[in-house]
T-cell receptor, first 114, second 114 residues
Framework: DADVTQTPRNRITKTGKRIMLECSQT?????MYWYRQDPGLGLRLIYY???????NKGEISDGYSVSRQAQAKFSLSLESAIPNQTALYFC?????????????FGSGTRLTVV | AQSVTQLGSHVSVSEGALVLLRCNYS??????LFWYVQYPNQGLQLLLK??????LVKGINGFEAEFKKSETSFHLTKPSAHMSDAAEYFC????????????FGKGTMLLVSP
């Protein structure tokens, strides 16, 4: 099994629908992240969580919410999806004691909003 | 605050030629620097990292990068390009502080021609 698992891998949804992207990790790390990748824009941070009780907005949090259900699970929700949220979404986890170079990424969820 | 600038959204080289992908960073404290590679329809793979040890860092697949503090640069090089190197490359920065996150550049697509 992968260290960081994202579900679904691909999803097509309609404008206005609520959708949840799920992420689970087996690394035992406290820190988890959601990034969004768009062509020509690189990866941008949406939300991050340094432990189960800690949630922080990233660079582009508008239109998104998150839930940290357990140390191993971190879900990203789009309450009312819009077409410009079409993107590739990555979940990641990191080792807090290593300054960020212990990042492990999932394989990504490709979301299309029509 | 931290940021990364990758010069050139696309770089084209011939097979066997030198690969040079440019990255400049901005950070208020000494940074950690990374290069990631993304092959088509795949996730992110760590190529190499600089975490304040040797300034010349060797990574996988024959890539290396040199940290130059005076130039705030961390350029990625490979002496001889292979067709299999065609991918998108991302430079990223974080810091050793306890609450740092990973900030990515916009990416450089490497095209390798026969």
């Amino acid at each position: 099994d992968a260290d960081v698992t994202q579900t679904p891998r691909n999803r097509i949804t309609k404008t206005g629908k609520r959708i949840m992207l799920e992420c689970s990790q087996t690394k035992g790390h406290d820190r988890m992240y959601w990034y969004r990748q768009d062509p020509g824009l690189g990866l941008r941070l949406i939300y991050y969580s340094f432990d189960v009780k800690d949630i922080n907005k990233g660079e582009i949090s508008d239109g998104y919410s998150v839930s940290r259900q357990a140390q191993a699970k971190f879900s990203l929700s789009l309450e009312s999806a819009i077409p410009n949220q079409t993107a590739l979404y990555f979940c990641a986890t990191s080792d807090p004691g290593r300054g960020g170079y212990g990042y492990t990424f999932g394989s990504g969820t490709r979301l299309t909003v029509v | 605050a931290q940021s990364v600038t990758q010069l050139g959204s696309h770089v084209s080289v011939s097979e066997g030629a030198l690969v040079l992908l440019r990255c400049n960073y901005s950070s208020s404290v000494p940074p950690y620097l990374f290069w990631y590679v993304q092959y088509p329809n795949q996730g992110l793979q760590l190529l190499l990292k600089y975490t304040s040890a040797a300034t010349l860092v060797k990574g996988i697949n024959g890539f290396e990068a040199e940290f130059k503090k005076s130039e705030t640069s961390f350029h990625l090089t490979k002496p001889s390009a292979h067709m299999s190197d065609a991918a998108e490359y991302f430079c990223a920065v974080s810091t050793p502080t306890g609450y740092s996150t990973l900030t990515f550049g916009k990416g450089t697509m490497l095209l390798v021609s026969p």
